[in-house]
C-alpha cells in the first residue's frame, strides 16, 4: 500500500508559477514507479497532465508542453509538478498517481491504469 501525500496547490494570477509536489510512503520502491499527474476541473472528466517513467522519461499533454515540468526525487521518494506560465483554463483539483512497473520503463496517460492517488491539490488560476 502506498500513500501519496500532495502538497503546493494554490490560488495565482495568470502567468504566475506554483510547484506541487507529492510525497510518497511504503509500498514497494519507489524508483519502480512511473508517476503521473491527472487534473479535474469541475464537471469535466480527469485529465492526464504529465508523467515520469522509472528511467526519467517525462510525458506533457500537449496543452502544458513548454510551461509545465514534471520531475521526481527517488532519494526523498517525492515527485513534482512545476507548473508556469499558468493560464485561467489551469485551473483544477491536481491528482498526483502511481503505477508500479518491475522492469519496463513505461508510462499511462489512463487514470484508469494508476494504482495509487493523492488526496488531490486545488489549484486556482484568476485572470
Not at 16 to 44: D, E, I, V
Not at 57 to 78: C, E, H, L, Q
Request: aromatic fraction near 16%; charged fraction near 20%; hydrophobic fraction near 35%.
Amino acid at each position: 500500500q502506498v500513500q501519496l501525500v500532495e502538497s503546493g496547490g494554490g490560488l495565482v494570477q495568470a502567468g504566475g508559477s506554483l510547484r506541487l509536489s507529492c510525497a510518497a510512503s511504503g509500498g514497494r520502491t519507489f524508483s519502480n514507479y512511473a508517476m503521473g499527474w491527472f487534473r479535474q476541473a469541475p464537471g469535466k472528466e480527469r485529465e492526464f497532465v504529465a508523467a515520469i517513467s522509472r528511467d526519467y522519461s517525462t510525458y506533457y499533454v500537449d496543452s502544458v508542453k513548454g510551461r509545465f515540468a514534471i520531475s521526481r526525487d527517488n532519494a526523498k521518494n517525492t515527485g513534482f509538478l512545476q507548473m508556469n506560465s499558468l493560464k485561467p483554463e489551469d485551473t483544477a483539483v491536481y491528482y498526483c498517481s502511481v503505477k508500479y512497473y518491475l522492469f519496463s520503463n513505461s508510462y499511462s496517460a489512463d487514470f484508469r491504469e494508476y494504482d495509487y492517488w493523492g488526496q488531490g491539490a486545488q489549484v486556482t488560476v484568476s485572470s
